[in-house]
């Protein structure tokens, strides 16, 4: 299915009714749109899976509708709390994926105006409660590229310090490279309506605070975080993907990155990330084969620190010891600190 996870179809989803399927949740990861990288981290799959069924389950209790089904252990289809041991498997109902054209060096969205339900909205939506020096949101600001009016900001806010609110963001899904969108943008593709707009902040919202206190429960900061949702037959707002993960969230522990931005900052030292940035720019689709180089794998020292990231932050969430052996957040943190 990509980079991070396999997809197993068990029914195809249709105009009138979902589909049915399996994520396999892997070792993988990715950084920059690169796609797989030459390494796995360990437990990372299994860490993915428990912890976004953890956070499907208590948003479904809080209303919110989700894709979620369960997860499989054995050939059968359980909730977090019936699960004996770790597993990789989730079980989720599929919606049809709707890739826009590529026409003339640019994505065409008209495929949509004939797609009405049940289809992945190709576009991903971003909840910040915190802007640092690495949020995309500054490094547009500092190119000229947004209008902090648009987000209900006359300055830029002093960066590491907590939001007054949330402020939101939208970006493409499908396309080669992630492409920032604004609200008017996104409203004038014509693919959803200003009212479904509407509810998929609202449902941002509710996910971004949701997650954000349970961060703060065990020392967390989610200084922020995105979520992916699909309209079904009736269009009404699902939220799919996964949820809650140091993949789709930035964590902070006392003002240190513990989520998937500490391989981020590994590779921002390469040659390969620099070669990568050049290729974006130029070549904005097809940027890849512009690029020579491959991505080093990372240091053993760091893949085993990001490894057990994601164990621990699983296990203190979902309150329970899965992995053995793995060292307290803190512990961890104090690792991290002493490497970098």
């Excluded at 770790?86 to 640019?106: A, H, N, Q, S």
């Excluded at 915190?130 to 009016?149: A, I, M, P, W």
């Amino acid at each position: 299915m990509g980079s991070v996870k396999d997809l197993v179809v068990l029914a195809s989803p249709q105009e009138g009714e979902p589909g049915r399927g399996k994520f396999v949740f892997s070792d993988r990861y990715s950084v920059f749109d690169w796609g797989e990288m030459p390494d796995t981290i360990p437990y990372k799959g299994q860490s993915l899976c428990l912890l976004g069924a953890y956070f499907f389950e208590k948003l479904e209790k809080m209303g919110i509708e989700t894709h979620y089904l369960g997860i499989e252990e054995d050939g059968e289809i359980k909730r977090l709390g019936e699960l004996q041991s770790p597993t990789t498997t989730m079980v989720v109902r599929l919606f049809r994926v709707v890739f826009p054209t590529e026409i003339d060096g640019k994505y065409d969205y008209g495929i949509y105006q004939d797609v009405r339900g049940n289809f992945l909205v190709p576009f991903e939506f971003i909840y910040r409660h915190t802007l640092t020096e690495h949020s995309s949101l500054v490094r547009r600001f500092q190119k000229g590229e947004v209008n902090l009016s648009e987000y209900g900001l006359q300055d830029l806010p002093e960066l590491g310090k907590p939001l007054p609110c949330a402020i939101f963001d939208v970006s493409t899904k499908l396309e080669e490279q992630d492409r920032y969108l604004s609200w008017k943008e996104l409203l004038e593709f014509g693919i959803v309506e200003e009212n479904e707009i509407q509810k998929i902040q609202d449902t941002l919202r509710t996910v971004g605070n949701f997650i954000a206190k349970e961060a703060e429960r065990i020392g967390l900061q989610n200084e922020d975080g995105k979520i992916e949702v699909a309209l079904d037959a009736k269009r009404n707002v699902v939220l799919v993907d996964v949820v809650g993960t140091p993949d789709e969230c930035r964590f902070t522990y006392k003002g240190i990155e513990v989520s998937k931005e500490l391989a981020r900052q590994f590779y921002r030292q390469t040659e390969w990330y620099q070669e990568v940035q050049s290729a974006k720019v130029q070549h904005p689709i097809g940027w890849k084969r512009l690029v020579q180089s491959t991505p080093p794998p990372l240091p053993a020292p760091l893949r085993q620190l990001i490894s057990w990231i994601y164990q621990r932050i699983t296990m203190d969430i979902t309150k329970r010891e899965w992995f053995p052996g793995v060292p307290s957040l803190e512990e961890i943190v104090d690792k991290i600190i002493r490497l970098i």
